[in-house]
């Protein structure tokens, strides 16, 4: 567990070499100056791939409205025009903010919100009795599970990747 000091004073005078501080303010954390090319190719990768399958994923909610109405139609969702367009929303907001780093806090939100309300709803495995579609939607459901805990590590990212100098 690292030590934290209120100024650089006292740690300088703990460790006698002021030239060597180091801070820790938050040891999870560095800045993109401090991340090795690989770091940053990873971040960069795993924005690309996370932030892009949201994305895609809110596109799809506004290409292929009809089909997805229907389903969250057979679902029981109450307004299900209005709860396609707006988890599409969710999505493509979340997503973008995810892809580029702008507001990855709120990005990771929206999408852990859209996950957290369509799950237990649209993927309720425990209703259904059929085992292939049994199975189809517990797989859906703990996949979404996993994302929202993608999305926990999405906010936990708080720089955005900036070129090498």
């Known amino acids: 567990m690292a030590l934290k000091f209120r100024t650089r004073a006292q ?10 501080i180091q801070y ?3 040891p999870g954390q560095r800045r993109d100056a401090e991340m090795s090319t690989v770091e940053r190719a990873a971040l960069m990768a ?16 506004f290409t292929d409205r009809e089909m997805l109405i229907g389903y969250a139609r ?11 367009l707006g988890t599409g929303a969710l999505l493509v907001v979340g997503g973008l903010s995810v892809l580029t780093g702008v507001k990855q806090k709120v990005g990771a939100s929206l999408v852990t919100t859209f996950l957290t309300g369509v799950s237990p709803m649209m993927h309720d ?3 259904v009795e059929d085992p ?3 199975m189809n ?18 906010a ?5 990747p900036r070129a090498a100098v």
Request: no cysteine.
């Open 46 to 61: 795993g924005r690309l791939i996370f932030g892009g399958y949201f994305l895609y994923s809110g596109i799809h909610h």
């Open 74 to 84: 057979s679902k029981g969702v109450t307004w299900p025009e209005a709860a396609v």
């Open 11 to 20: 740690r300088a005078h703990l460790t006698g070499r002021e030239h060597e």
């Open 125 to 127: 495995f425990w209703n």
């Open 132 to 134: 292939g579609q049994r």
């Open 24 to 26: 820790a303010e938050d």
């Open 137 to 154: 939607e517990m797989v859906n459901f703990t996949k979404n599970m996993a994302l929202i805990g993608g999305a926990a590590f999405a």
């Open 156 to 160: 936990a990212v708080t720089d955005r």
